[in-house]
C-alpha cells in the first residue's frame, strides 16, 4: 500500500492562472480530505468528501476554490485565478469507509507547495 | 469557536530530559484530541489518541478538561523525538482542527 499520493510535490504558478491539486487515497479508502498550512500557521481544515461527494466544505474559500472526488481517479483541488496569498502547502488525508468515530485515523499524504509568482 | 493553542513555536531539551509540549483548546462540545507528529522528511502521521489513553514511544498525554489542556509529555527525551508535533481537536463528524504546531529538538 502506497500510502496517500499527492501531485504534484510542488506547484508554481502565476498570479490569474489555475491549479489542480491532485490526491490518490490509500488503497480501500473512501473518504478524503483536504487541509492547508500557510506560512506560520497550523493545518486548517476544507473539505471533506466522499467518492462523488461533498460532504462537509465549511473550510472552504467562498470563491475559486472547488474539490472533487470522482467515482474512478484522484481527488481533485481546483484554484482559479490564484494570487499570492493562496501559496500554502496543501495536504490531503483519507481514511477508511469504515470506522467509528472516535477511532478514525487519518493518513496524510506529503503534501503539495503552491508558490503563486 | 474552537481553538486550539500551541504557545511554544520551538522548544529544545537536552537528551534524557523530560519534555512537555503544551497544547491548549477551546470548544464548546466533548473534545476529542489528538497528538500528530511530523518527523524530517516523513509525513505527518497520528502519534496518539487521548482516548486510548495509551503510551506511544514513551510518550503519554492527559485531557484535563477543567484546564482544557492536552498536553504531550515524555520523561526522558531522545533524539529521535525531534519533528513538529501537531495538537488537534475533532470537532463534529468530520473535521480535525490543528494548533501551529511546535518544533521539537533534542540535543544530545
Known amino acids: 500500500n502506497a500510502g496517500v499520493m499527492q501531485n504534484p510535490r510542488h506547484l508554481v504558478r502565476r498570479r490569474g492562472q489555475e491549479a489542480r491539486l491532485r490526491c490518490s487515497p490509500m488503497?480501500?479508502?473512501?473518504?478524503v480530505y483536504w487541509y492547508r498550512q500557510l506560512p506560520e500557521e497550523g493545518l486548517k481544515f476544507m473539505v471533506y468528501?466522499?467518492?462523488?461527494?461533498?460532504?462537509?466544505e465549511s473550510g472552504m474559500p467562498k470563491e475559486r476554490f472547488s474539490a472533487e472526488f470522482p467515482k474512478e481517479g484522484p481527488s481533485i483541488l481546483r484554484i482559479q485565478q490564484v494570487v499570492r496569498g493562496d501559496s500554502a502547502a496543501y495536504f490531503c488525508?483519507?481514511?477508511?469507509?469504515?470506522?467509528?468515530?472516535?477511532?478514525?485515523?487519518?493518513?496524510f499524504g506529503s503534501g503539495t507547495q503552491l508558490s503563486v509568482l | 469557536a474552537q481553538r486550539v493553542t500551541q504557545p511554544e513555536k520551538l522548544l529544545s531539551v537536552f537528551k534524557g530530559a523530560p519534555v512537555e509540549l503544551k497544547c491548549n483548546y477551546s470548544?464548546?462540545?466533548?473534545?476529542?484530541l489528538f497528538w500528530y507528529v511530523q518527523y524530517s522528511r516523513q509525513r505527518l502521521q497520528l502519534l496518539l489518541r487521548?482516548?486510548s489513553r495509551e503510551s506511544i514511544k514513551g510518550f503519554t498525554a492527559d485531557l484535563n478538561k477543567g484546564e482544557t489542556s492536552f498536553h504531550l509529555k515524555k520523561p526522558f527525551a531522545q533524539e529521535e523525538d525531534s519533528a513538529m508535533y501537531y495538537c488537534a481537536l475533532k470537532t463534529g463528524a468530520n473535521n480535525l482542527f490543528f494548533g501551529t504546531g511546535t518544533r521539537l529538538t533534542v540535543i544530545p
Open positions: 470548544y464548546s462540545g466533548s473534545p476529542e
Open positions: 468528501l466522499q467518492k462523488e461527494n461533498i460532504i462537509d
Open positions: 488525508a483519507s481514511s477508511p469507509q469504515q470506522g467509528a468515530p472516535t477511532n478514525e485515523k487519518l493518513f
Open positions: 488503497k480501500g479508502h473512501s473518504h
Open positions: 487521548h482516548i
